[in-house]
């Protein structure tokens, strides 16, 4: 395989993990007014350690680097808090 197969190959996995991300964050509403409802607060640090927690033990069993996996899920949770709150102004 030459470099430009495997940059396709890399190309296609990425449009697969952007449009995940897309559908993940889609959610991000719903979550935000069913939080603001029932007087959940937005950041809620022991959910996030459970999953952070969950995903590098997924990381770990796929050879996945675990602290790239870690950083992944901070950056996408502070995306989350952000759209639940814009949500609800």
């Not at 509403?29 to 603001?36: E, F, L, P, T």
């Not at 990381?59 to 996945?64: I, L």
């Amino acid at each position: 395989m030459n470099l430009e197969q495997i940059r396709k190959r890399i190309d296609k996995i990425d449009a697969k993990l952007v449009a995940l991300i897309a559908e993940r964050q889609s959610y991000m509403a719903d979550v935000g007014k069913y939080k603001r409802r029932n007087n959940l607060p937005y950041y809620q640090p022991e959910r996030e350690k459970e999953i952070i927690k969950s995903k590098k033990g997924m990381a770990k069993k796929s050879g996945a680097d675990q602290n790239l996996i870690k950083k992944i899920f901070i950056l996408i949770f502070k995306n989350s808090r952000k759209i639940q709150k814009l949500t609800n102004m």
